[in-house]
């Protein structure tokens, strides 16, 4: 058993299909490094750079209050040892730097230079975003350079401003949305089953086309009859890990199935479909991704939940109805702009919810062991909104509201990032953060854009 190895990028193949697995012992020497690494450069697993986005802002009130709680008790507080608190950062400077035209619109200005050190152009952003700089220099050596992703989609006129994610000043990266099409594009092509109880079942496929795992399953006995008991369980979890995807995937793709014998459902079933704009919808598209991570297939990417167009409400957790007059607007962006106490309680309940899927996220990349520690430990990711406050007053107050703005960094970045403490960035330009990020990460830089000239001291 000791004297079996496996190559780092070693797959489970069958039938078109590629399976990557993830960190194994068998892929490590007596040294613990990966299997025919020198002695002299050994190869320590490589750094993760994302950018994780959620729109409306943090609060009225209390934004900073709110951030904190939601950190010290709230979602977050689990990961608290695994992140890195930023305070102080300004936007100022970049915001004000605006020649688009369509200064009126602060969300789409605050989306487009989320992840930059640009202001905003005519064209787009003015500059590339961190993780596709990150990309560019680094992610030629994965099966994918990056995964953006998304929740909902682009449904009105300032459109384009609502990416995050660009490759150029004028070139936003396409976004996935749809976690069908997600995982046919990282897992290979499959076609799921009929709806169980159809009368108009899909045309006959062969076995293969049904279930992922069922052509890979003779390499997978074959290898775990190699493995030895904690690399068996690793797979094992990584596997069913797949086989849970695929299921939900399954019933997203299928649509809402016909009415059964209520004899014949399990209690609790999910829904049938994932909304657009659902936690469901988002949990699937950051479960396929941590997969992603784990197996090294990307290092580099997004993820949004929602856009400035945001109208979804929060039923299940008793958020809805409309914001202050005279827009009276229904949902998240109309709320967002209400600065009395009950929207301000409105708002706080919106943002946890928000938290709670970065968490999941954290979660999942915690889970998932690779080296001395996790996938977590070896990644860097930057979560914060587009504003510090909901309402974004973005003319009177502009001088307030775009200082002390405020993010996380989580993950160590291999050991490059000390976790679990606060930094305050005294005034910083808040695209000082990407600088450091790209060093973390290995692309050495001292700029990044005009309003990022040098790297956030003490980080």
Same mark, same amino acid.
């Given at each position: 058993?000791?004297?079996?190895?496996?190559?780092?990028?070693?797959?489970?193949?069958?039938?078109?299909?590629?399976?990557?697995?993830?960190?194994?012992?068998?892929?490590?020497?007596?040294?613990?490094?990966?299997?025919?690494?020198?002695?002299?450069?050994?190869?320590?697993?490589?750094?993760?750079?994302?950018?994780?986005?959620?729109?409306?802002?943090?609060?009225?009130?209390?934004?900073?209050?709110?951030?904190?709680?939601?950190?010290?008790?709230?979602?977050?507080?689990?990961?608290?040892?695994?992140?890195?608190?930023?305070?102080?950062?300004?936007?100022?400077?970049?915001?004000?730097?605006?020649?688009?035209?369509?200064?009126?619109?602060?969300?789409?200005?605050?989306?487009?230079?989320?992840?930059?050190?640009?202001?905003?152009?005519?064209?787009?952003?003015?500059?590339?975003?961190?993780?596709?700089?990150?990309?560019?220099?680094?992610?030629?050596?994965?099966?994918?350079?990056?995964?953006?992703?998304?929740?909902?989609?682009?449904?009105?006129?300032?459109?384009?401003?609502?990416?995050?994610?660009?490759?150029?000043?004028?070139?936003?990266?396409?976004?996935?949305?749809?976690?069908?099409?997600?995982?046919?594009?990282?897992?290979?092509?499959?076609?799921?089953?009929?709806?169980?109880?159809?009368?108009?079942?899909?045309?006959?496929?062969?076995?293969?086309?049904?279930?992922?795992?069922?052509?890979?399953?003779?390499?997978?006995?074959?290898?775990?009859?190699?493995?030895?008991?904690?690399?068996?369980?690793?797979?094992?979890?990584?596997?069913?890990?797949?086989?849970?995807?695929?299921?939900?995937?399954?019933?997203?793709?299928?649509?809402?199935?016909?009415?059964?014998?209520?004899?014949?459902?399990?209690?609790?079933?999910?829904?049938?479909?994932?909304?657009?704009?659902?936690?469901?919808?988002?949990?699937?598209?950051?479960?396929?991704?941590?997969?992603?991570?784990?197996?090294?297939?990307?290092?580099?990417?997004?993820?949004?939940?929602?856009?400035?167009?945001?109208?979804?409400?929060?039923?299940?957790?008793?958020?809805? #109805? &409309? +914001?202050?007059?005279? *827009? !009276?607007?229904?949902?998240?962006?109309?709320?967002? /702009?209400? %600065? =009395? $106490?009950?929207?301000?309680?409105?708002?706080?309940?919106?943002?946890?919810?928000?938290?709670?899927?970065?968490?999941?996220?954290?979660?999942?990349?915690?889970?998932?062991?690779? #080296? &001395? +520690?996790?996938?977590? *430990? !070896?990644?860097?990711?930057?979560?914060?909104?587009? /504003?510090? %406050? =909901? $309402?974004?007053?973005?003319?009177?107050?502009?001088?307030?509201?775009?200082?002390?703005?405020?993010?996380?960094?989580?993950?160590?970045?291999?050991?490059?990032?000390?976790?679990?403490?606060?930094?305050?960035?005294?005034?910083?330009?808040?695209?000082?953060?990407?600088?450091?990020?790209?060093?973390? $990460?290995?692309?050495?830089?001292?700029?990044?854009?005009?309003?990022?000239?040098?790297?956030?001291?003490?980080?």
């Amino acid at each position: 058993m000791s004297t079996f190895r496996l190559n780092r990028r070693a797959m489970l193949r069958g039938l078109g299909a590629g399976i990557a697995l993830p960190m194994l012992d068998a892929m490590l020497d007596s040294r613990g490094l990966l299997h025919g690494t020198a002695l002299a450069a050994p190869t320590p697993p490589p750094v993760r750079l994302f950018t994780f986005f959620f729109p409306m802002g943090w609060g009225n009130l209390n934004p900073l209050g709110n951030f904190m709680n939601i950190v010290n008790t709230g979602p977050l507080a689990p990961y608290k040892n695994e992140m890195c608190l930023l305070t102080g950062l300004s936007r100022l400077g970049q915001l004000q730097d605006d020649t688009s035209g369509e200064e009126g619109d602060a969300h789409a200005q605050g989306h487009c230079t989320f992840a930059t050190g640009y202001g905003r152009a005519p064209v787009g952003a003015g500059g590339p975003t961190v993780d596709q700089a990150a990309a560019q220099a680094l992610g030629g050596t994965t099966a994918y350079r990056s995964l953006v992703l998304r929740i909902g989609g682009e449904k009105d006129k300032r459109a384009r401003f609502n990416n995050i994610s660009w490759s150029a000043r004028s070139t936003p990266v396409p976004y996935e949305n749809d976690p069908v099409r997600l995982f046919q594009r990282i897992f290979g092509s499959f076609t799921p089953s009929a709806a169980g109880g159809s009368p108009t079942p899909a045309p006959a496929l062969p076995d293969y086309r049904k279930n992922i795992l069922d052509y890979v399953r003779a390499d997978t006995k074959r290898l775990q009859a190699r493995l030895g008991q904690s690399d068996r369980a690793r797979l094992d979890q990584h596997l069913t890990a797949i086989a849970e995807l695929q299921q939900q995937i399954n019933v997203l793709a299928q649509g809402p199935s016909p009415a059964q014998t209520p004899g014949c459902q399990k209690p609790g079933t999910p829904s049938a479909a994932l909304p657009e704009l659902s936690n469901e919808r988002a949990q699937a598209l950051l479960s396929i991704l941590s997969l992603a991570l784990q197996c090294d297939l990307t290092r580099y990417g997004s993820m949004a939940l929602a856009t400035r167009t945001d109208q979804r409400e929060y039923p299940w957790i008793g958020v809805g #109805g &409309a +914001g202050p007059p005279p *827009d !009276n607007e229904v949902g998240h962006h109309g709320i967002s /702009h209400d %600065t =009395s $106490a009950a929207g301000e309680a409105k708002i706080t309940k919106m943002v946890v919810d928000q938290c709670e899927q970065f968490a999941f996220f954290l979660k999942l990349l915690k889970a998932a062991p690779e #080296g &001395a +520690g996790s996938v977590l *430990d !070896n990644s860097l990711i930057f979560f914060t909104s587009e /504003h510090k %406050t =909901s $309402a974004h007053d973005n003319v009177g107050a502009e001088q307030a509201w775009q200082n002390n703005n405020f993010a996380i960094l989580a993950g160590r970045a291999g050991g490059k990032l000390t976790t679990g403490r606060t930094v305050n960035a005294n005034g910083a330009p808040y695209g000082n953060t990407f600088v450091s990020m790209l060093n973390m $990460a290995g692309v050495p830089t001292s700029s990044f854009g005009p309003h990022a000239p040098g790297a956030i001291p003490g980080l």
